[in-house]
């Protein structure tokens, strides 16, 4: 059982910058993948950034160059850095952990933060 808490959302205006964090009652270094998923309203949800136990990141494409994500093992966080926001990267933003095991995988996820970006 992995609970995960979401936070740092809020209104921004285009090309400022936002930080979220992504608290896990469980030690993340026990968690092969934690990734950051955002939904708009009408959309799919998509995944926007992960980084795997061994610290490899990946990023959409859409964020490429702008998003960082990063992880505190001390303090069971995951963060997600945002720069040079865009109008587009409004959405729920929502924290994912991803863990495989020998017979089953398992997904849990927090509740969502609102990120808006003004124009």
């Known amino acids: 059982q992995v609970q995960l808490v979401e936070s740092g959302g809020g209104l921004v205006q285009a090309g400022g910058s936002l930080s979220l964090s992504c608290a896990a009652s469980?030690?993340?270094?026990?968690?092969?993948?934690m990734n950051w998923y955002r939904q708009a309203p009408g959309n799919q949800r998509e995944l926007v950034a992960g980084?795997?136990?061994?610290?490899?990141?990946n990023y959409a494409d859409a964020v490429k160059g702008r998003f960082t994500i990063s992880r505190d093992n001390a303090k069971n966080t995951v963060y997600l850095q945002m720069i040079s926001l865009k109008p587009e990267d409004t959405a729920v933003y929502y924290c994912?952990?991803?863990?495989?095991?020998?017979?089953?995988?398992?997904?849990?996820w927090g509740q969502g933060t609102q990120v808006t970006v003004s124009s």
């Open positions: 994912n952990a991803h863990l495989r095991r020998r017979f089953q995988n398992y997904d849990y």
């Open positions: 469980v030690s993340i270094s026990s968690i092969n993948d």
């Open positions: 980084i795997s136990g061994g610290g490899f990141t």
